[in-house]
């Protein structure tokens, strides 16, 4: 079981995890959906402040909290992209396909605060990376477009070194309007789908942590979460953008629905961000 306090080593890799998901996840969500070719600069440079809340696992009855501002860098090369969840290569780029190496993450939550977990080892920040298909398909009602996105993604712990947390799967439609009323819209129906050592992480009670209100619990392969989400965001000046998003997650159906640390069928997270661009090249991106 992890100490209550972290080590130095511990928080530094804490605030790298956190500084990745700032440049890639908050600018993600202020810049999505993808504007028409030639709007975006080839890099950018600035920095990305935001506040959010999050259920600590899906069917958690606690929330977690943080306010984060750092630095952000994008690319939007032909082949390395630093841009919209994606980080390093893009390996194929078609008129409606794309392949690239997608990013995402989720804060980790002390289990002395959270009853459900108390007295367990503690949830680290979870960053995942993997390959990522996504279809462009075509006009949808209200002037706006149908994508599918289809990410496999290995779940790694920051806090503890980057130790491998199992495999994530989480295919997703999204309705993308570029400009309503001045606001980009991303509207968002998916699942989550996680192998038996993803699902174990979340809900697995082994017998030396089991009490009278909690027993042991072997979790399942399988469904982890329905996910129904909404992002939109807004330019203020040229350097300037504001934006806010917001998800519902629900385990009705999953397939660990019944392990003692489900206390909550829906939970949600949302949050509200600024985002500054400090520097960016007169090139622009290469599509």
């Known amino acids: 079981m992890r100490t209550p306090h972290p080590t130095l080593r511990s928080r530094l890799l804490n605030l790298l995890a956190l500084t990745l998901a700032a440049g890639l996840a908050a600018p993600a969500a202020a810049q999505s959906p993808a504007p028409a070719p030639s709007a975006d600069p080839l890099w950018e440079v600035g920095g990305v402040a935001f506040g959010l809340t999050q259920q600590a696992w899906p069917g958690a009855s606690e929330d977690v909290q943080r306010a984060i501002a750092v630095p952000y860098v994008l690319y939007r090369g032909p082949w390395l992209r630093i841009d919209r969840g994606a980080f390093g290569l893009r390996a194929v780029k078609k008129s409606d396909f794309e392949l690239d190496i997608g990013f995402s993450g989720s804060l980790g939550s002390s289990a002395k605060d959270t009853v459900a977990r108390r007295g367990m080892p503690e949830l680290g920040t979870l960053v995942e990376f993997g ?69 174990g992480t979340f809900y697995d009670v082994a017998p030396a942590y089991a009490t009278a209100l909690r027993p042991a619990y072997e979790a399942k392969a ?28 629900s385990v009705a159906g999953a397939a660990n629905a019944d392990s003692p640390l489900v206390s909550r069928t829906t939970g949600y997270s949302a949050g509200v961000g600024l985002q500054w661009t400090w520097m960016r090249s007169e090139r622009p991106a290469a599509d």
């Open 131 to 199: 390959p990522r298909g996504r279809w462009d398909l075509g006009s949808a009602p209200g002037g706006g477009q149908w994508r599918v996105e289809l990410p496999l993604r290995g779940v790694f712990d920051v806090t503890e070194r980057f130790a491998s947390r199992g495999l994530a799967l989480e295919p997703e439609i999204q309705w993308n309007h570029p400009g309503m009323a001045g606001w980009r819209l991303t509207a968002s129906a998916g699942a989550l789908l996680g192998d038996r050592q993803l699902a």
């Open 222 to 249: 399988g469904l982890i979460a329905w996910r129904l989400g909404l992002t939109a965001s807004h330019r203020l000046t040229r350097d300037w953008r504001v934006f806010g998003f917001g998800r519902l997650d």
